[in-house]
C-alpha cells in the first residue's frame, strides 16, 4: 500500500495530527499553541474584515502577512475548527501559497500528510456541502499539490497520487464521495493541461514535463474512467438521480477533450499557414491513434444520445454541450491513414469502413435536433426558454469544429446517412437555411447570442467552401449554391445595418468598428469568391443599383443617407472579394475568381465577372469624382472608394504577372487603353481628395498612404501616368508649394512626397527635372524661412511658421525614404546645375544621393540649416573631401539647435530625419562619404548634449508634465535609431583603425570606419540622459539595451580599452537594466557577452577586461560581480518571471565564473534574509548546489550553459521559498 494509503487509513483527527507532527521540527522546537491560536484568531478577524469597505485594505495586509508569517499548521487549524465558509476559503488559498512557496522546507513527509488532509476534507465534509465554492478550491489545491511533486517521486509515487484519489472515493461509499472523486480528478486533469494551469512558480519545461507524463501515461486511463461512470450514471442524470455523479463524468470528459496533444500540431509548415483560418481557435481533438477504440467503438458515445435531449438542467446540458463540441472537432490518427486504405486495396480487400464519416453521422445526429428546424430553435433562443441560446451557441461551436475536419465534401457525402437528399437540398441546404435564418434574426433585433450565433455560422462556412491555405474545397454545386445563398444573405443583412447606421451618430465608436469591419468583410470575402460564378455578377448588379439609387435620391432631392452608407458597404465588399490586402507582398487574382472567369469564357457567357465588378467600382470613383466637395460625393464615400481602389489597383492594374482572365488583361493590363484611364482617374482622385476636402485628415491618409502608394508600386503605372494631365496637376501643385497642400497633416506630407519619389522608378529618364521640380517650392520655402535665426525663432513661436517647419522637415523624411538607387544619380546631375540652390554653399537636393568621391548626406544638414539661417558659404560646390564638407555643414547644425531648442517637436523631427538618411542611404556609400556620415552623426550627438536639450533636473522632474517627459523619449528614441543604423552598415563590420583620436572615429583620407568608437561614444552621451522614468518608456528601454547587447557581443574587446568612467557608466545602466522590469531578453545579453568575453579571454592567456574589471570597495567585489549580485538579487526579490530566469542563466553563468568570491557573497546576502533556521539551511543547501555547478562547468559551451539553466531554476525555485518571497 502507498504511502499515501496508508496515511488515510487514520480518521480526520489523525490526519491532521500527522501534519502537525511532520512540521513541528521545522522552527527546532514546533509552535507553540497560543501563538498559533492568536494568529488564528487574526486571520478570522481579518476575513470578516473583507466585507467592510472601510477596513478592506487592512484586512488584506493582513492576510498576506499571515501567508507570509503563518505555518501549514495555522492553516489545517483553521480549516479544521472554522464553520464559515468564508474563512476555510480564505485559509484554503494561504494554504496553496505556504505550500508551494515553502515546498522545499516542508519535506515530503509534510507534503503527503498536507495532500492527504485536503482529500479527506474534500472526501468527506465537504462532499454533501450543495455549495461548490470551497470544494472547488480544495480540489484545485490537491491538483497543485500532485502536480508539484509529480516530477520529485517515482512511477509508483505517481501512480498512488491518481489511483488513491479513486481508492478514497469508493471507500466511503457514497455517492457525494463517487462525485467529488470525478471532481478531483477534473481539476488534476485542468492543473496539467498547459491552458488552464495556474501560476505555481515552476519554469516552463517543468510545466511541460509534468504535461508529456500525464498524457502519455494517464490520460488514456482517465478517460475510460469518465467514459464508464458518465455510462453508468446516464439513465439516472435524465431525472437528476444520479447525485451529480454524470455531470461531474462528463466534465472530466470535457477537460480530457480539450487536451492538447502533443501530436496535434502535425506538419509544422501546415500549423503556421493554419493559424489564419477562421477555425483556428475551434476545438480541435488529435489524440493518439491508440485511442480509436475508446472514441470510434460502435456504442462508444450513444448513451449521449438521451442525455443531449434532456432539459431542464443546466449543469447537465452545459457539460453535454463540452463533451459534444470536443467530440465533433476529433480528427488526425485515430482514423486511420490513406496509406492504409490503400494498402488494402492492393491485397485485394475491401475497403474498411469510412471511420471518419460514421463518426462525423454520430455527431450530427445529436447536435442537429438543437438547430433543425431553425424557426423553433430560434425562437426559443430569443425567448431564453431552457437554455435555448446556449443550446444555438453550441451547436454553432460545434457545426464549426467539424467543418473544419470534414469540409463541405465531408457534410454532403452525410446526407444520405442522415436522411436527406444529396446536393442542394441536404445537409448543406439545411445549414444554409439556418445561416440565414441567423443573419435575419441578427439584423431585425441584434442581441448578444444572434451575433455570437452568426459569426460562428459564418466561420463554419468558410471551413467548409473555402481555405485560404491549401485552396477552394467546395467543388460541388450543391456546395457552391449553398455558399452563393449564404453570401447574398449576408449582403442583404450587411445593407440593412447600414442603412440602420446612417441614422446613428456614434464617432466615438468608428475606430473600433472598422477594424472589426476589416476582419468580418475578409471573413465573408471567402464566401463570395467561394460562388464567384454566382456571386461577382450578382454583387456587381448589386452596387450598380446602389450608384442608381444614390443618383436618384440626388435628382429627387430625399436625403441620400442611406443611400450614401450602403454605396459604401458595398463598396468595401466589393473590393474585399475582388483582391487581398498586400501587406507589403504582391498580391495576386484570388485563384476561385480565376477560375470562375474561365469558367465564363469557356462556357461563352458573355461577360467576365471580375471585369463587370471591376467596372463597377470604377464607376463609383468617377461618380466621386465628378462630385467632389458635394453631397453626392460625401468624405467617407470618397475615403471607402480610394481605399476599395487601392486594394483593386494592388492586384489588378497593369499587373507585372499573368492577369487572371484575357478580359482581365485586355481591359487594365499594361498597354491598354483601360489600364490608362483607369490609372488618369485613380491619380485624379488622389489628387480631389488632397485639396476638395480640407481638414479630412483620414481621408487624407488613405489618399496618400494607400491609393497614391498602390500608383507608384509598379513601373507600368507610373510610365501610363507621366503623360496625363492629372499626373501633372499632382506633381505641380506639390511643386509649387500649394498652401492647400501645406495645410495636410504633418504625417500625409511625408507620405505624399515618398510616393511621388517612388515613381521615379517608372519614369523613362529626366528624372533628375521632375525631381528637382518637386522639391522646388520645399527648398525655396525653407531659405525664406531662414533668411536670419532671429526671423527663424519668431517664426517658430508661432503655430502656423512651426507647422511650416514641421511640413517641410516631414517632407524632406519622406524625399529620403523615397529616394531609390535608380534615381539618385539622376538626382544629383539636376541639382548641380540648380545655381539658386548654391546660395546655401551646398547643393540641397544632394542628400541621399551617391556619387564617387563627395558626401551627399551631409547636405541633410545644411537644407536644414536653411529654414533657420543662411550661411556664408561660397557659390561654388563644396569641395569633394568629405570631411571639408562636414566642416562647413557643423556650424549650421549648431545654428539650427538653437533655433529649434525650445521646439521638441522641430528637434525630434531632426534626429528622425537624421536616422531615415541612416537608414535609407548607408548602404550606398563609399568609404570616404561613410567617414563623414558617421562623424556627422557625432556630431550631431555631441551638440545634443551641449545644449542639453535631454536634460531633465531631479526638481524640475517632479513637476514635469507627461507630454514634455513623451518627448525626451520621442528624442532619446531618435538618437538610438540613429546610432543602432550606424551599426547594421555594411562598412560597419569593417576593421577599424587602431586609433584613439577623434580623427581615427571618423575616418581620414580612406581610413576604415570606426562604428564602435562612435556609437560607445553616442552612448556615453545618451547615458547621462536617461533616467527611470524614461526607461520606463518599454520601446525606449528594449532599443537601448538592445543595442548595447549588439555592441558588447560584437564589440567585447573595446571594453577593455574604454576610459574607466565610460566603462563604470555602462555598467550601471546594465546594473539598472537587470534590477529593472525593463527587456530581461536585452539586459541580460549585453551583460552575458561582456562576461563571456572576460573569461573566455582569460581562459585564452589575454587580458579580458583588465583594469575595467579590478576590484573596488572593500569586499574587493569587480564590476562584474557587482552585476552578478544584482542580477540574484532580481531573480530572488525582484518580480522577475520564468522567462527571466532562462534569459538570466546566460549571464549568471560566465559572470560567476569571472568572479567566484562574489558570487558566494551576493549568496551570503540572501542568506541574511532567512526568517529561521530551517529556512536558512533549504537556502545554504540551495546555495551550495549553485556553486558547485559553477565550479563544475567545464566551459561555456551549449551543454554546460543548458546544465547551469537547471540548476539556476532549481535554485531560485528553493531561494524564493526560503526567503518568502512570491
Known amino acids: 500500500?502507498?504511502?499515501?494509503?496508508?496515511?488515510?487509513?487514520?480518521?480526520?483527527?489523525?490526519?491532521?495530527?500527522?501534519?502537525?507532527?511532520?512540521?513541528?521540527?521545522?522552527?527546532?522546537?514546533?509552535?507553540?499553541?497560543?501563538?498559533?491560536?492568536?494568529?488564528?484568531?487574526?486571520?478570522?478577524?481579518?476575513?470578516?474584515?473583507?466585507?467592510?469597505?472601510?477596513?478592506?485594505?487592512?484586512?488584506?495586509?493582513?492576510?498576506?502577512?499571515?501567508?507570509?508569517?503563518?505555518?501549514?499548521?495555522?492553516?489545517?487549524?483553521?480549516?479544521?475548527?472554522?464553520?464559515?465558509?468564508?474563512?476555510?476559503?480564505?485559509?484554503?488559498?494561504?494554504?496553496?501559497?505556504?505550500?508551494?512557496?515553502r515546498w522545499a522546507l516542508l519535506g515530503q513527509q509534510?507534503?503527503?500528510?498536507?495532500?492527504?488532509?485536503?482529500?479527506?476534507?474534500?472526501?468527506?465534509?465537504?462532499?454533501?456541502?450543495?455549495?461548490?465554492?470551497?470544494?472547488?478550491?480544495?480540489s484545485a489545491t490537491v491538483a497543485a499539490i500532485i502536480k508539484r511533486g509529480w516530477l520529485e517521486g517515482g512511477q509508483a509515487e505517481r501512480d498512488a497520487a491518481l489511483q488513491g484519489i479513486h481508492a478514497q472515493a469508493s471507500q466511503a461509499g457514497s455517492v457525494e464521495a463517487r462525485r467529488v472523486g470525478l471532481e478531483l480528478l477534473t481539476a488534476v486533469v485542468e492543473e496539467f493541461s498547459p491552458s488552464t494551469a495556474s501560476q505555481m512558480g515552476l519554469s516552463w519545461e517543468l510545466h511541460e514535463q509534468c504535461r508529456s507524463s500525464l498524457e502519455q501515461g494517464y490520460l488514456h486511463g482517465l478517460l475510460l474512467h469518465a467514459q464508464a461512470s458518465a455510462r453508468e450514471a446516464a439513465a439516472a442524470a435524465a431525472s437528476g438521480a444520479d447525485g451529480g455523479v454524470c455531470v461531474a463524468a462528463l466534465r472530466l470528459l470535457g477537460a480530457i477533450l480539450g487536451w492538447p496533444f502533443s501530436s496535434a500540431s502535425g506538419s509544422e509548415v501546415w500549423r503556421v499557414l493554419d493559424s489564419g483560418r477562421p477555425a483556428f481557435e475551434a476545438t480541435s481533438l488529435r489524440p493518439p491513434?491508440?485511442?480509436?477504440?475508446?472514441?470510434?467503438?460502435?456504442?462508444?458515445?450513444?448513451?449521449?444520445?438521451?442525455?443531449?435531449?434532456?432539459?431542464?438542467?443546466?449543469?447537465?446540458?452545459?457539460?453535454?454541450?463540452?463533451?459534444?463540441?470536443?467530440?465533433?472537432?476529433?480528427?488526425?490518427?485515430?482514423?486511420?491513414?490513406?496509406?492504409?486504405?490503400?494498402?488494402?486495396?492492393?491485397?485485394?480487400?475491401?475497403?474498411?469502413?469510412?471511420?471518419?464519416?460514421?463518426?462525423?453521422?454520430?455527431?450530427?445526429?445529436?447536435?442537429?435536433?438543437?438547430?433543425?428546424?431553425?424557426?423553433?430553435?430560434?425562437?426559443?433562443?430569443?425567448?431564453?426558454?431552457?437554455?435555448?441560446?446556449?443550446?444555438?451557441?453550441?451547436?454553432?461551436?460545434?457545426?464549426?469544429?467539424?467543418?473544419?475536419?470534414?469540409?463541405?465534401?465531408?457534410?454532403?457525402?452525410?446526407?444520405?446517412?442522415?436522411?436527406?437528399?444529396?446536393?442542394?437540398?441536404?445537409?448543406?441546404?439545411?445549414?444554409?437555411?439556418?445561416?440565414?435564418?441567423?443573419?435575419?434574426?441578427?439584423?431585425?433585433?441584434?442581441?448578444?447570442?444572434e451575433s455570437e450565433a452568426s459569426e460562428l455560422l459564418l466561420d463554419m462556412w468558410v471551413e467548409l467552401v473555402a481555405d485560404p491555405c491549401r485552396g477552394p474545397m467546395g467543388g460541388s454545386q450543391s456546395a457552391v449554391g449553398a455558399a452563393a445563398a449564404v453570401f447574398a444573405a449576408v449582403v442583404e443583412t450587411g445593407l440593412q445595418q447600414a442603412a440602420a447606421e446612417a441614422q446613428e451618430d456614434e464617432e466615438e465608436n468608428e475606430g473600433g468598428e472598422a477594424m472589426q469591419s476589416e476582419e468580418w468583410l475578409s471573413k465573408v470575402a471567402a464566401l463570395g469568391r467561394a460562388s464567384a460564378a454566382l456571386s461577382l455578377t450578382r454583387l456587381a448588379d448589386r452596387l450598380a443599383a446602389a450608384l442608381a439609387a444614390l443618383q436618384q435620391c440626388l435628382q429627387s432631392g430625399a436625403d441620400p443617407s442611406i443611400a450614401l452608407e450602403q454605396l459604401c458597404w458595398l463598396t468595401a465588399m466589393c473590393s474585399h472579394v475582388l483582391a487581398d490586402l498586400g501587406d507589403g507582398e504582391t498580391p495576386l487574382v484570388p485563384l476561385p475568381i480565376c477560375q470562375a472567369c474561365e469558367a465564363a469564357a469557356a462556357a461563352g457567357q458573355g461577360g467576365d465577372p471580375a471585369e463587370k465588378l471591376s467596372a463597377g467600382l470604377l464607376a463609383v470613383g468617377n461618380h466621386c469624382l465628378a462630385h467632389v466637395g458635394q453631397v453626392a460625393a460625401s468624405p467617407r464615400l470618397v475615403e471607402v472608394s480610394a481605399a476599395s481602389l487601392a486594394r483593386w489597383a494592388d492586384t489588378y492594374l497593369m499587373p507585372q504577372e499573368q492577369p487572371g482572365s484575357p478580359a482581365l488583361a485586355s481591359a487594365f493590363g499594361a498597354g491598354s487603353p483601360g489600364g490608362g484611364q483607369a490609372a488618369q482617374l485613380l491619380v485624379s482622385l488622389?489628387?480631389?481628395?488632397?485639396?476638395?476636402?480640407?481638414?479630412?485628415?483620414?481621408?487624407?491618409?488613405?489618399?496618400?498612404?494607400?491609393?497614391?502608394?498602390?500608383?507608384?508600386?509598379?513601373?507600368?503605372?507610373?510610365?501610363?501616368?507621366?503623360?496625363?494631365?492629372?499626373?501633372?496637376?499632382?506633381?505641380?501643385?506639390?511643386?509649387?508649394?500649394?498652401?492647400?497642400?501645406?495645410?495636410?497633416?504633418?504625417?500625409?506630407?511625408?507620405?505624399?512626397?515618398?510616393?511621388?519619389?517612388?515613381?521615379?522608378?517608372?519614369?523613362?529618364?529626366?528624372?533628375?527635372?521632375?525631381?528637382?521640380?518637386?522639391?522646388?517650392?520645399?527648398?525655396?520655402?525653407?531659405?525664406?524661412?531662414?533668411?536670419?535665426?532671429?526671423?527663424?525663432?519668431?517664426?517658430?513661436?508661432?503655430?502656423?511658421?512651426?507647422?511650416?517647419?514641421?511640413?517641410?522637415l516631414e517632407r524632406l523624411r519622406g524625399a529620403v525614404r523615397g529616394t531609390t538607387p535608380a534615381t539618385q544619380a539622376a538626382l544629383f546631375q539636376q541639382a548641380s546645375g540648380m545655381g539658386g540652390w548654391a546660395g546655401c554653399g551646398v547643393d540641397c537636393l544632394d542628400w541621399g544621393l551617391v556619387r564617387e568621391g563627395n558626401c551627399r548626406h551631409l547636405i541633410v544638414a545644411c537644407t536644414l540649416i536653411a529654414a533657420c539661417v543662411e550661411l556664408p558659404s561660397p557659390?561654388?560646390?563644396?569641395?569633394?573631401?568629405?570631411?571639408?564638407?562636414?566642416?562647413?555643414?557643423?556650424?549650421?547644425?549648431?545654428?539650427?539647435?538653437?533655433?529649434?531648442?525650445?521646439?521638441?517637436?522641430?528637434?525630434?523631427?531632426?534626429?528622425?530625419?537624421?536616422?531615415?538618411?541612416?537608414?535609407s542611404h548607408a548602404a550606398y556609400l563609399p568609404p570616404p562619404d561613410a567617414q563623414a556620415l558617421c562623424a556627422w552623426a557625432l556630431r550631431l550627438l555631441q551638440l545634443y548634449s551641449a545644449h542639453n536639450l535631454g536634460q531633465i533636473s531631479v526638481a524640475a522632474s517632479k513637476a514635469l508634465a507627461a507630454e514634455a517627459l513623451s518627448d525626451r523619449y520621442l528624442d532619446l528614441r531618435a538618437l538610438l535609431k540613429l546610432l543602432t543604423k550606424l551599426t547594421q552598415a555594411d562598412w560597419a563590420n569593417q576593421a577599424p583603425v587602431k586609433s584613439g583620436t577623434a580623427g581615427a572615429a571618423a575616418g581620414v583620407d580612406g581610413e576604415a570606419v570606426d562604428v564602435a568608437q562612435i556609437v560607445f561614444a553616442g552612448l556615453d552621451i545618451i547615458v547621462p540622459l536617461l533616467s527611470p522614468e524614461l526607461l520606463k518608456f518599454p520601446k525606449l528601454c528594449r532599443a537601448y539595451f538592445a543595442l548595447l547587447a549588439h555592441m558588447?557581443?560584437?564589440?567585447?574587446?573595446?571594453?577593455?580599452?574604454?576610459?574607466?568612467?565610460?566603462?563604470?557608466?555602462?555598467?550601471?545602466?546594465?546594473?539598472?537594466?537587470?534590477?529593472?522590469?525593463?527587456?530581461?531578453?536585452?539586459?541580460?545579453?549585453?551583460?552575458?557577452?561582456?562576461?563571456?568575453?572576460?573569461?573566455?579571454?582569460?581562459?585564452?592567456g589575454g587580458p579580458g577586461l583588465g583594469p575595467n574589471n579590478a576590484?573596488?570597495?572593500?569586499?574587493?567585489?569587480?564590476?562584474?560581480?557587482?552585476?552578478?549580485?544584482?542580477?540574484?538579487?532580481?531573480?530572488?526579490?525582484?518580480?522577475?518571471?520564468?522567462?527571466?530566469?532562462?534569459?538570466?542563466?546566460?549571464?549568471?553563468?560566465?559572470?560567476?565564473?569571472?568572479?567566484?568570491?562574489?558570487?558566494?557573497?551576493?549568496?551570503?546576502?540572501?542568506?541574511?534574509?532567512?526568517?529561521?533556521?530551517?529556512?536558512?539551511?533549504?537556502?545554504?543547501?540551495?546555495?551550495?548546489?549553485?556553486?558547485?555547478?559553477?565550479?563544475?562547468?567545464?566551459?561555456?559551451?551549449?551543454?554546460?550553459?543548458?546544465?547551469?539553466?537547471?540548476?539556476?531554476?532549481?535554485?531560485v525555485t528553493d531561494m524564493r521559498g526560503a526567503v518568502n518571497v512570491r
Not at 460514421?358 to 426559443?380: F, S, T
Open 1111 to 1211: 576590484p573596488a570597495g572593500p569586499d574587493g567585489t569587480t564590476p562584474l560581480g557587482g552585476l552578478l549580485g544584482a542580477s540574484l538579487q532580481r531573480l530572488i526579490h525582484g518580480d522577475a518571471g520564468l522567462e527571466a530566469v532562462d534569459h538570466a542563466a546566460e549571464a549568471v553563468l560566465p559572470l560567476a565564473l569571472s568572479d567566484p568570491p562574489a558570487l558566494q557573497r551576493s549568496g551570503d546576502a540572501l542568506l541574511a534574509a532567512c526568517a529561521d533556521g530551517a529556512a536558512k539551511a533549504s537556502a545554504q543547501a540551495a546555495l551550495t548546489g549553485l556553486v558547485a555547478s559553477v565550479g563544475g562547468a567545464a566551459s561555456l559551451d551549449r551543454p554546460s550553459r543548458r546544465a547551469f539553466g537547471r540548476v539556476l531554476s532549481k535554485f
Open 686 to 808: 488622389v489628387l480631389a481628395g488632397l485639396t476638395g476636402y480640407p481638414g479630412e485628415r483620414a481621408l487624407h491618409e488613405v489618399v496618400c498612404g494607400q491609393l497614391l502608394h498602390s500608383l507608384v508600386r509598379r513601373p507600368a503605372v507610373c510610365a501610363a501616368l507621366l503623360d496625363t494631365a492629372a499626373w501633372g496637376s499632382l506633381c505641380d501643385a506639390v511643386g509649387r508649394g500649394d498652401t492647400g497642400l501645406l495645410q495636410l497633416a504633418e504625417k500625409v506630407q511625408r507620405r505624399l512626397l515618398q510616393s511621388l519619389l517612388l515613381a521615379a522608378h517608372g519614369l523613362p529618364g529626366d528624372a533628375g527635372n521632375w525631381a528637382g521640380r518637386l522639391l522646388e517650392s520645399t527648398a525655396a520655402q525653407l531659405r525664406q524661412a531662414g533668411a536670419s535665426e532671429a526671423s527663424a525663432r519668431a517664426a517658430l513661436q508661432r503655430a502656423d511658421g512651426l507647422h511650416l517647419v514641421v511640413s517641410l
Open 1 to 101: 500500500m502507498s504511502r499515501m494509503q496508508e496515511a488515510g487509513k487514520g480518521g480526520r483527527g489523525a490526519i491532521s495530527t500527522s501534519v502537525t507532527n511532520a512540521l513541528s521540527g521545522m522552527n527546532g522546537s514546533g509552535l507553540s499553541a497560543p501563538p498559533m491560536e492568536a494568529a488564528a484568531a487574526q486571520f478570522v478577524q481579518a476575513c470578516a474584515g473583507l466585507h467592510n469597505a472601510a477596513t478592506r485594505a487592512q484586512a488584506e495586509a493582513a492576510l498576506l502577512e499571515f501567508r507570509r508569517s503563518a505555518g501549514v499548521e495555522a492553516c489545517v487549524a483553521i480549516l479544521q475548527q472554522s464553520s464559515d465558509e468564508g474563512v476555510r476559503f480564505q485559509a484554503v488559498l494561504a494554504l496553496r501559497e505556504i505550500l508551494l512557496s
Open 875 to 919: 557659390k561654388s560646390r563644396p569641395p569633394p573631401a568629405a570631411r571639408l564638407q562636414f566642416t562647413s555643414a557643423a556650424p549650421a547644425l549648431a545654428t539650427l539647435f538653437d533655433a529649434c531648442r525650445t521646439q521638441p517637436v522641430a528637434v525630434t523631427l531632426i534626429l528622425k530625419l537624421a536616422g531615415d538618411v541612416v537608414e
Open 289 to 449: 491513434a491508440a485511442w480509436a477504440e475508446a472514441f470510434l467503438a460502435p456504442d462508444a458515445w450513444a448513451w449521449l444520445a438521451p442525455l443531449a435531449q434532456a432539459r431542464g438542467q443546466q449543469q447537465l446540458e452545459a457539460a453535454v454541450q463540452r463533451v459534444l463540441e470536443g467530440l465533433c472537432g476529433l480528427s488526425g490518427p485515430v482514423f486511420g491513414s490513406e496509406q492504409q486504405q490503400a494498402g488494402r486495396v492492393e491485397l485485394g480487400l475491401a475497403p474498411g469502413p469510412n471511420l471518419q464519416q460514421q463518426h462525423l453521422h454520430a455527431m450530427l445526429q445529436l447536435v442537429l435536433p438543437w438547430v433543425a428546424p431553425a424557426g423553433p430553435a430560434i425562437e426559443a433562443a430569443r425567448q431564453s426558454a431552457a437554455g435555448g441560446e446556449e443550446r444555438l451557441l453550441s451547436a454553432c461551436r460545434c457545426l464549426l469544429a467539424a467543418a473544419r475536419v470534414h469540409r463541405a465534401g465531408g457534410f454532403d457525402a452525410a446526407s444520405p446517412a442522415l436522411g436527406m437528399p444529396a446536393g442542394g437540398g441536404g445537409l448543406l441546404g439545411l445549414l444554409s437555411e439556418l445561416t440565414t435564418a441567423v443573419l435575419a434574426a441578427a439584423g431585425s433585433d441584434p442581441g448578444w447570442w
Open 1048 to 1100: 558588447l557581443e560584437v564589440y567585447p574587446e573595446r571594453m577593455a580599452v574604454l576610459p574607466p568612467n565610460v566603462f563604470q557608466t555602462l555598467v550601471s545602466t546594465l546594473q539598472f537594466g537587470v534590477g529593472a522590469t525593463g527587456d530581461d531578453e536585452a539586459v541580460f545579453e549585453a551583460a552575458a557577452a561582456l562576461a563571456r568575453f572576460h573569461v573566455q579571454s582569460v581562459a585564452a
Open 110 to 138: 509534510a507534503q503527503q500528510a498536507t495532500l492527504q488532509f485536503l482529500l479527506q476534507l474534500a472526501l468527506g465534509p465537504l462532499a454533501a456541502d450543495p455549495r461548490p465554492l470551497l470544494r472547488t478550491q480544495v
